[in-house]
């Protein structure tokens, strides 16, 4: 900046009035001129700040010098007319002279004057007051214009600006109080509203946005890290030239003079006294053609030059010279050795500026929704979209007051730093920012919730169209269904635990073990056992197939967590190495298209990804690796290969009862859990035998449900020797549940027939257990009789009536004729429950009595086994 001294003496001032205002003609300033070298001419001493309309300077002796008219800096300017911060001359009253140094104290400020140097004629009017006279430089000193320097840890920064004018940055920050309590963010926002006309650029400015994060992260500092400062190195990574590529460099190139400019706003107004709120406005208008991310990132960026800048010399200027020497020019060192009690300080501002960093990543966040899946007639972006001006004038608004703080460190020293207002009003700021970063965080929620669920719709739509198609191989359909992504280990290989690509499915038969968490190690122990059998088939039959298990969970909890790897350590097939990346698309497939509710199912894929059974599960209960490879078509031919014989109901499972069926021996297969029923019934069965001379085994096989009152039956069975009985539990839950599993799989072939006795006849097993008790009569493996216990145990209580028929007819039709006429015309209901996480339950059924149509309804069903049984929606049907 040229200047032009005035070299005439300085007036003295009136002690009774005040002093006058510099003439718009003469329009003179207050300069400091330092000395630089010894024996070299003085220069100009150029501010480093703007200090706004006319104050007192903080030079405590100096030159009056013309400014020039092309330049705006400068220390006491002319006064603005709308202003009334006029010049005044101090009072007896206001003591806000620089004092007579203390000699007890160093405040490393101003010197006691060389007597040997020239001083102007400059005397002050007021013996309270003691302005320092101009000195004249002393070539064998190195003042550096304000000061001779001192050792830094002694250095206080204490001007006279501070003590004679109004402090423009003080009252920046005491500005703000008023706009903060206004209710009326749409007063505000109104500005920024009228100033904002987007011109369709769209800037991408996540890389400098994630720039700025860096330099405010190594630059936002703790008294602890500040004490320390001087001697840290920063070891960990960061930005580097191989980051910034090409295309950010051009980006940043092109965006440098409205970053540039925008500092030099926050630094202008910051010193000036300008109302925050005018300079937010100001600095919208530099970013008017911008959208609403850009205009947040771009003043953050101007903001992170300053800061940076600040925070650069209090880490490096212990060990480098030209930062030590601008360290001291901007008063670092006294901030430093007061770091402790500017704590709460820095804890509001550095909270201020994280909370900044989260609303401008939030609003990044909104605009990078796709719009292919949300629009603006969405409540929620709407909702947003009409906040979102809001929260970018209060983040510009708090930009605005980081800065005034940085300022007020480097010209008004720690002593206005420490005090503790200065931080509540930042406190303020960062609540209400907090506000309205939970307001938008709430509606991004619901947004992303909205475009999860129209992906989720696609994706799933995509799921259904897929298996539709043709494919070479099986990849496409696995892909979409488990992972989609190549550079994800989805499978984890059961015998070596290690995790693996879902290319080692490839072009193989693969069987989908779909369960919830709740499958029981009975299931899987009998699934590990066909497993392993069918893999000798697949040996001799080479046709390569393999198992993967997909666990379908809800929600993933730690306690869930720990039952899946329990559940997937001993297993020696393929599993998803987690059950979140099934995406809630394939859950909702699995549901809807394979009727997946709880119970495990076994969905069968060939080598080109077509299903060829929905469920084989039911094949692999009733005939284990026989049914291999568990196709549809094998299932219809095992179907039409069966009959209604007893080995139906136990292969498998007893081979003692086989041993009885080759010799042709009398068996009674009963269940029910009424213990009287039972005495009564094995008392008169043993009579009968006795009495008609019949090899006679019976064997008890429990229920469907109620596990612990079967226990209890079994041990009274044993102790009063009535019958042989299946004492392992698990022997009978793969009965019944081999009994299920073949009406489900009639049902699922369409095979429910009134003509087809084998349904029939398991349909009435099954509802005899609903019922109460019940018996199977065979004869080897003809099975005579399948009745009610009510009607079974009269028959055979009565044998004195039908004995006589025994020797004519013998005693297989005589106990059939007798049998078939208690039961007469007046049949017992038939009842079926379905499990609500069965599978897919038929829309209707027939009797298997009458055979018409079953009524249905909806009954609520606990049986107490096992501790908590969940409540199962059912289907109970009548006549």
Not at 454 to 467: G, K, Q
């Amino acid at each position: 900046m040229d200047t032009k001294a005035v070299t005439g003496p300085v007036q003295k001032p009136n002690a009774t009035t005040p002093a006058q205002q510099p003439s718009q003609a003469s329009n003179v300033l207050l300069q400091a001129t330092p000395l630089l070298q010894p024996g070299q001419q003085l220069g100009p001493l150029q501010p480093t700040s703007n200090l706004g309309s006319v104050q007192q300077t903080s030079n405590p002796a100096g030159t009056y010098q013309q400014p020039n008219p092309q330049t705006n800096y400068g220390a006491v300017q002319q006064p603005n007319p709308q202003s009334n911060f006029a010049l005044q001359q101090p009072t007896p009253q206001t003591n806000y002279a620089l004092q007579q140094p203390n000699p007890q104290t160093n405040y490393g400020a101003v010197q006691q004057p060389n007597p040997q140097t020239k001083q102007v004629p400059f005397q002050p009017s007021n013996q309270q007051t003691s302005l320092v006279p101009y000195q004249q430089p002393d070539p064998q000193t190195n003042l550096r214009a304000w000061q001779r320097p001192t050792p830094l840890g002694s250095l206080q920064p204490s001007t006279l600006l501070s003590k004679l004018a109004p402090n423009a940055t003080h009252q920046l920050i005491r500005g703000d109080r008023s706009m903060l309590t206004m209710s009326d963010d749409n007063a505000l926002v109104s500005h920024i509203l009228g100033s904002h006309t987007p011109d369709g650029r769209d800037v991408d400015v996540k890389p400098l946005l994630r720039l700025v994060e860096d330099i405010l992260r190594r630059a936002t500092l703790t008294p602890e890290t500040l004490l320390t400062t001087g001697s840290q190195t920063y070891l960990d990574s960061g930005f580097d030239d191989k980051s910034l590529h090409t295309s950010f460099l051009a980006m940043l190139e092109a965006l440098s003079y409205t970053i540039d400019r925008i500092a030099c706003e926050l630094a202008y107004k910051a010193l000036g006294g300008t109302d925050a709120h005018q300079t937010t406005v100001a600095i919208c208008n530099m970013v008017s053609h911008y959208g609403w991310d850009a205009k947040l990132v771009l003043a953050l960026a101007a903001f992170g030059l300053n800061y940076g800048e600040f925070w650069l010399l209090a880490q490096i200027y212990s060990t480098n010279q030209l930062a030590k020497a601008m360290a001291i020019l901007k008063q670092v060192p006294g901030i430093i050795e007061h770091a402790v009690p500017l704590k709460p300080r820095f804890d509001a501002l550095n909270d201020l500026i994280r909370t900044i960093l989260e609303v401008t990543w939030c609003v990044i966040e909104f605009k990078d929704l796709p719009s292919i899946y949300i629009t603006t007639d969405v409540p929620a972006l709407a909702s947003a979209m009409i906040h979102i001006p809001t929260a970018v004038y209060w983040t510009i608004r708090s930009i605005v007051a980081c800065a005034s703080q940085i300022s007020s460190f480097t010209n008004m020293g720690y002593e206005f730093a420490l005090s503790t207002s200065e931080a509540w009003e930042l406190s303020t700021l960062t609540h209400k920012l907090k506000t309205i970063l939970e307001h938008l965080k709430k509606k991004m929620e619901e947004c992303v919730r909205y475009i999860e669920e129209r992906r989720d719709v696609e994706s799933y739509e995509m799921l259904v169209e897929l298996f539709k198609m043709i494919h070479i191989d099986n990849m496409r359909v696995l892909k979409a269904l488990i992972c989609p992504r190549d550079d994800v280990l989805a499978l984890v290989d059961g015998t070596t635990k290690k995790r693996v690509n879902l290319d080692v499915l490839r072009r193989k038969n693969v069987l989908l073990l779909i369960s919830s968490l709740d499958i029981t190690q009975d299931e899987l122990s009998v699934l590990e056992q066909s497993y392993n059998e069918s893999k000798l088939h697949e040996m001799r039959l080479q046709s390569p197939y393999e198992v993967v298990w997909i666990p379908i969970v809800d929600q993933l909890t730690d306690v869930k967590q720990r039952h899946f790897e329990v559940l997937q350590a001993p297993m020696t097939w393929y599993s998803v190495y987690h059950p979140s990346i099934i995406s809630k698309a394939s859950v909702k497939f699995i549901r809807e298209q394979w009727h997946f509710r709880n119970k495990p199912i076994l969905v069968v894929l060939d080598h080109q990804g077509r299903v060829v059974s929905p469920n084989a599960i039911h094949m692999m209960w009733i005939w284990g690796s026989h049914a291999f490879p568990f196709t549809t078509l094998r299932e219809e031919v095992l179907w039409r290969e069966e009959a209604w014989r007893l080995e139906l109901l136990v292969d498998g499972i007893d081979a003692t009862i086989l041993n009885w069926i080759k010799e042709g021996k009398y068996i009674f297969l009963y269940g029910g859990d009424d213990m009287e029923w039972i005495r009564k019934f094995t008392k008169e069965a043993k009579a009968v035998a006795a009495a008609t001379r019949i090899p006679l085994e019976m064997v008890y096989v429990g229920k469907a449900t109620k596990r612990e009152q079967v226990k209890r039956v079994i041990t009274n069975i044993v102790q009063e020797k009535l019958s042989t009985c299946w004492q392992d539990t698990a022997t009978i839950w793969f009965f019944w549940t081999r009994l299920e599993s073949m009406l489900f799989s009639k049902i699922q072939l369409g095979k429910d027939e009134e003509h087809d006795l084998v349904m029939q006849q398991i349909k009435r097993v099954l509802s005899f257990d609903r019922e109460g008790s019940w018996a199977v009569l065979s004869r080897g493996s003809s099975v005579l009789v399948n009745e009610h216990g009510n009607i079974l145990w009269p028959a055979l209580f009565e044998y004195e009536q039908w004995k006589e028929k025994v020797a004519l007819q013998g005693f297989d039709i005589a106990f059939q004729n007798y049998v078939a006429a208690l039961r007469g015309d007046s049949h017992p209901c038939c009842r079926f429950e379905f499990s609500n996480y069965a599978g897919k339950i038929p829309e209707n059924m027939k009797c298997p009595e009458c055979h018409h149509y079953m009524e249905k309804y909806t009954t609520f069903l606990c049986c107490h086994d096992e501790g908590i049984v969940p409540s199962l929606l059912a289907l109970a049907t009548n006549k």
